[in-house]
Nanobody
Framework: QVQLVESGGGLVQPGGSLRLSCAAS????????MGWYRQAPGKQRELVAT???????NYADSVKGRFTISRDNAKNTIDLQMNSLKPEDTAAYYC?????????????WGQGTQVTVSS
């Protein structure tokens, strides 16, 4: 059974930092592109950052220079270091695992962790 379990969300003041973590089980972790997505109330889920199997990161323009994604294939985890947080970063953050196997896309989501940026 595939599980993606996020942790590290919470309430932080503008300008502050948070570190999110996602622990994966039930998948061959090193074969998956991993990512973070977020969804604010009334808005569509959007990409925050992804990291390929080779460790190459990709970021949404809105978080470039502030957020850093990393992965540890030995621990089956990814992290998202979020600095200089803004109120508009407030959202539920979801961990994602994606790969293609024999042409079929496999896509899994965690349950989400809430990040609230407010004074």
């Amino acid at each position: 059974q595939v599980q993606l379990v996020e942790s590290g969300g919470g309430l932080v003041q503008p300008g502050g930092s948070l570190r999110l973590s996602c622990a994966a089980s039930g998948i061959i972790f090193s074969a998956y592109t991993m990512g973070w997505y977020r969804q604010a109330p009334g808005k569509q889920r959007e990409l925050v950052a992804t990291i390929t199997t080779g460790g190459s990161p990709n970021y949404a323009d809105s978080v470039k220079g502030r957020f850093t994604i990393s992965r540890d294939n030995a621990k089956n985890t990814i992290d998202l270091q979020m600095n200089s947080l803004k109120p508009e970063d407030t959202a539920a953050y979801y961990c994602n695992a994606n790969t293609k196997l024999i042409g079929k896309s496999l896509n899994y989501w965690g349950q989400g962790t809430q990040v609230t940026v407010s004074s």
